[in-house]
């Protein structure tokens, strides 16, 4: 019903930027939460940065000041700009999204809740 595809990723150099993009197709709402997530080995999944269909955007503190999450509502995109990468960045990053009528308070960072997923996309970061 609903696709998403990640694009963007690759390599940098520490000190440097990447952008993320997350295109949503499918049956896709115009109110909802989304978000991007990230994984390495031997670690949880962390939640990085979300924003719901209000404009509202919560961050991990670990990217607070570096990350910028947007949307593009007419393109049903997700982006994620990354800035002054560090190695630690380095992950498997992942788009998620929920579409619903009735928003949370704050859009969340928790993984439960987020129905739609993308297939990952990998950053690596090197000194």
């Known amino acids: 019903q609903v696709k998403l595809v990640e694009s963007g990723g690759g390599s940098a150099q520490a000190g440097g930027s990447l952008t993320l993009s997350c295109a949503a197709s499918g049956n896709t709402g115009s109110s909802g939460i989304m978000a991007w997530f990230r994984q390495v080995p031997g670690k949880e999944r962390e939640g990085v940065a979300a924003?719901?269909?209000?404009?509202?955007?919560v961050y991990a503190d670990s990217v607070k000041g570096r990350f910028t999450i947007s949307q593009d509502p007419a393109k049903n995109t997700l982006d994620l700009e990354m800035t002054n990468l560090q190695p630690d960045d380095s992950a498997m990053y992942y788009c998620?999204?929920?579409?619903?009528?009735?928003?949370?308070?704050?859009?969340?960072?928790?993984?439960?809740?987020?129905?739609?997923w993308g297939q990952g996309i990998q950053v690596t970061v090197s000194t």
């Open positions: 998620a999204a929920k579409w619903a009528l009735l928003l949370p308070l704050t859009p969340p960072l928790a993984e439960d809740e987020y129905r739609y």
């Open positions: 924003l719901d269909s209000d404009g509202l955007t």
